[in-house]
């Protein structure tokens, strides 16, 4: 202890005393205490009294290693804290990744069925792309897109009937009726209970 104080610039003992205790304080705090549980009093107090000490010329070189890098590594505290917020993060993303993966390859496996489904049920349908039903009733029908509305009373007062077809078309039925005017003219009419566009199919 007299080596402590040997340099000294007090001789009072009562302050040598007091000083002594505030070393004393100083060592208990470094013992009990690590970076991440050093209080903001605690950190004040060390540097502030191993100030004091050295001004008073304690010999306390012994204990400035100690102190300063306690007091460095409690102020390094909130980037500590950011890299272990940022490290579980990475975790996190890194277990939703590989969820995500798992989900990306059960979706390419799905398609690549559904695709394949696709392509036996294409295998099926006997034609594709534009049916021409002037090809299917017969070639000498032309066909005309007619707007023009006409009623089933307009029909049956002007007309007699030969013979009529039935196309449906998805939840349609188109009923077509091949109707015979008296001026000779032979034209094929089509009537809808839910108001399509008129087709009027002129025989050539």
């Keep these: ?9 007090m001789c009072g003992g009562d302050i040598v005393a007091r000083a002594l205790e505030l070393l004393a304080t100083m060592v208990q705090i470094l013992e009990e205490n690590s970076a991440e549980s050093l209080s903001d009093c605690q950190a004040d107090y060390l540097s502030s009294t191993l100030s004091d000490l050295r001004c008073i010329r304690f010999d306390v070189s012994w204990l400035i290693p100690c102190v300063e890098k306690a007091v460095k590594q409690y102020k390094s505290k909130p980037l500590l804290d950011s890299l272990n917020n940022l490290s579980q993060l990475i ?7 590989a969820i995500l993966l798992d989900e990306v390859a059960i979706l390419r496996e799905e398609e690549n069925k559904l695709m394949d489904v696709t392509v036996k049920v294409s295998k099926t349908i006997p034609f594709s792309g534009e049916v021409k039903f002037d090809e299917l009733v017969g070639s000498g029908l032309t066909y005309v897109f007619d707007y023009q509305p006409v009623t089933l009373v307009e029909v049956l007062g002007t007309c ?25 003219q032979t034209k094929l009419l089509t009537i809808s209970s839910r108001s399509p566009p008129m087709c009027m199919c002129i025989l050539t």
């Design 91 to 97: 975790s996190q993303v890194k277990e939703r990744k």
């Design 160 to 184: 007699c009937f030969s013979r009529f077809f039935f196309f449906r078309w998805r939840s349609k039925i188109w009923i077509v009726f091949l109707v015979m005017y008296s001026m000779n």
């Design 1 to 9: 202890m007299e080596n402590i104080i040997e340099n000294s610039i």
